[in-house]
């Protein structure tokens, strides 16, 4: 660390650094500034500080205000206040948001066969994956997730893609749209989508918009189709794509798309980042191959335990680990929850790990500041992007404000601790993606936002009243070659009966 005019220059080394700015400043002043030290790989809290923006980037991250700043900056006072990198949300389905708390209760054998994309589009039209994509990248915004990869399931069309993509581009969150290689039985198949996504890669709004695109593929494993497979990756690296990503669960869920499947391949150590979602059954091998090749995999942590997925190896391998939030229909949108639930769940686990020795714990086995580092910095090494998930100079100002007087953090010393373990999203007060006002004053900024709100309200009405009259699909007996079986259920009822409850929608 070297200071020069009491400015602490925290270098981010990143071939996207040298992108052209877009024009205005913004200084924001007196705030608690959670930054990140390039030296020590770890948070610098700076007490009084200030970050100022330039164009799309933090240009100085500093102990007090800076001499010089650009004319015609615009000063905003944060005394009192906590500014943090925003969050990454490394893996989400933004197209299903209409279906929100529709499917409270729902097992994930159910969700493939009522409200996945094998069933969606024989009802859904582009128009509708539109207003629902963009509802649900507004819903991330407000809560401070300023990046995410989209595992964009919604790709069984040309306007259904175009529009998922057109949404991305117009929230003004920079989304990795992972465009989705899918068959789907009755309406496409991966060769079909070959044109198609090279359509998408010709869309104007990419190139002035935070939003790149990205494959999400789900066919590695364990009986690869190897010529797809080649066909794919070869339009991978001919467009450039910004990450590849994939469902990893493996054990009884089969779904496996394992590390090892792809480096039998060939294709996991690449200079495209490889994002595996979930991996809740990972082996020592896999967990080996993603350290080896540098590869990341997307903790659900919410997700994982509402369908069952568990995750019972992924705390072993945190060193390569992100935070995701998965169908944001079902639980939270936002990646703080998730950071609170994952650092709770890991010191429940590690602490059973003694408790079953008949011992007890000397120290707490994770600390607030790395749940914090999962939920920003790790998302943005998973994606090799060195700019992303940081306050430092040269980072991409995407940035977070906090209330810090607000009823919940008031009183508060430790700022990580502030955020990770009290805070909410409604102590959010304003969130900028790329230099930008994504959020002010409590309220997002969006472009059209109540003209958005007002068209997918009426395209929730229509979808839910399809969904409302669509019949249970039966459990099968068996998935994917494991039985399927009723796990013990809760009573919160005394006495006889059944005190499970219903679902009112």
Known sequence: MRLASSIVVLSVLSSAASAAPNPGSILFRGGTVVAFNQQTQGLQIIRGGSVLVTGDRIASVSTSTPTKIPPGTEVVDITGKIITPGFIDTHRHGWQTVFKTMA??????????????????????????????????????????????????????KDASEAGL???????????????FANITGLITVEQLYPIFRDMAKNPGLKNSPTTLGIAYDGWGPNPNVAEIDQIMGLARELNVSVITTHSLQGPWGFNNSPEDIHALNYLNISIPIVFSHTSFLTPTGAELLRSTNQYISITPESEMHYGQTHPFSYGIQDQASLGVDTHITFSTDILTQARIWLQQTRYERYLDVLEQNKLPRSNPMSVEQAFLLATRHGGLALRRNDLGIIAEGAKADLIVWDATSPALLGWVDPVAAVILHASVGDIEAVLVDGKWAKRGGKLLAKGWPEARA????????????????PLPEPPAEFNGSPVVDPVRVDALRGPGDGYGNVYI
């Open 166 to 180: 057109q949404a991305c581009i117009d929230s003004g969150a920079r989304v990795f749209w992972g465009f989705t």
């Open 104 to 157: 409270s209760n729902t097992t994930l054998i159910e969700f493939f066969n009522r409200y996945s994309s094998y069933v969606a589009p024989f009802f859904w039209n582009a128009t509708d994956v539109y207003d629902s994509q963009l509802a649900g990248l507004y819903e991330a915004l407000n809560a401070g997730v300023t990046s995410s990869i989209d595992h964009a399931t919604h790709t069984w069309s």
């Open 455 to 470: 068209r997918f309200l009426k395209t929730a009405q229509r979808i839910q009243a399809i969904w409302r009259d669509m």
